[in-house]
Antibody, heavy 121, light 107 residues
């Protein structure tokens, strides 16, 4: 049974940093690309970033490029999202998701339950 | 970036009704479209990929169709658990983009 469990969310002041984690079990983690998707309160889904199965390729949404870094540790079956220079607009629930297909993948099949991030002074 | 426009933004329907949600892409994305369901307070759930292929375990009352720029999600015989918000997403190119969502409410 595939499980994705996010952690690391919380309340953080504007300009500070936060690192989210997504622990994956029930599947060979190193075989799959992974994505982060976020959802601001009362809003729709927003794609954040993707990383290839081996970590060699990444893509980001323009609004997060340069501030957010997606990474993975295949030895720990864990996906990360390092978020720097946080802004109030980054307040959202952050979901990790498994992506099927080669390299950076294509479509999502499994989602985590999400971890909330609030950026506020 | 590819824009996805869903219509309607919301709809009211009764148990047993059939509903159709449309997703229009700003450029040709072939069949690189997925549909997701999100119940209130819950994580999204994957329903369809490749515009028309059901994810494992998804009931056949969900039907996806379309290619190019115009896509539909049809839900036949609505049940209480189907009242949720539905999103389309394109995976033809980066950045990946989502439609704004369609909220299906009980009439």
């Amino acid at each position: 049974q595939v499980q994705l469990v996010e952690s690391g969310g919380g309340v953080v002041q504007p300009g500070r940093s936060l690192r989210l984690s997504c622990a994956v079990s029930g599947v060979t983690f190193s075989s799959y690309a992974m994505q982060w998707v976020r959802q601001a309160p009362g809003k729709g889904l927003e794609w954040v970033a993707v990383i290839s199965y081996d970590g060699s390729k990444t893509f980001y949404a323009d609004s997060m490029k340069g501030r957010f870094t997606i990474s993975r540790d295949n030895s720990k079956n864990t996906l990360y999202l390092q978020m720097n220079s946080l802004k109030p607009d980054d307040t959202a629930v952050y979901y990790c998701a498994r992506v099927l297909g080669s390299n950076t993948g294509t479509y999502i099949d499994y989602w985590g339950q999400g971890t909330p991030v609030t950026v506020s002074s | 970036d590819i824009q996805l426009t869903q219509s309607p933004s919301s709809l009211s329907a009764s148990v047993g009704d059939r509903v159709i949600i449309t997703c229009r892409a700003s450029q040709d994305i072939s069949n690189a479209l997925a549909w997701f369901q999100q119940r209130p307070g819950k994580a999204p759930k994957s329903l369809i990929y490749g515009a028309s292929s059901l994810q494992e375990g998804v009931p056949s009352k969900f039907t996806g169709d379309g290619s190019g720029t115009d896509f539909t999600l049809t839900i036949s015989s609505l049940q209480p658990e189907d009242f949720a918000t539905y999103y389309c997403q394109q995976y033809n190119s980066y950045p990946r983009t989502f439609g704004q969502g369609t909220k299906v409410e009980i009439k």
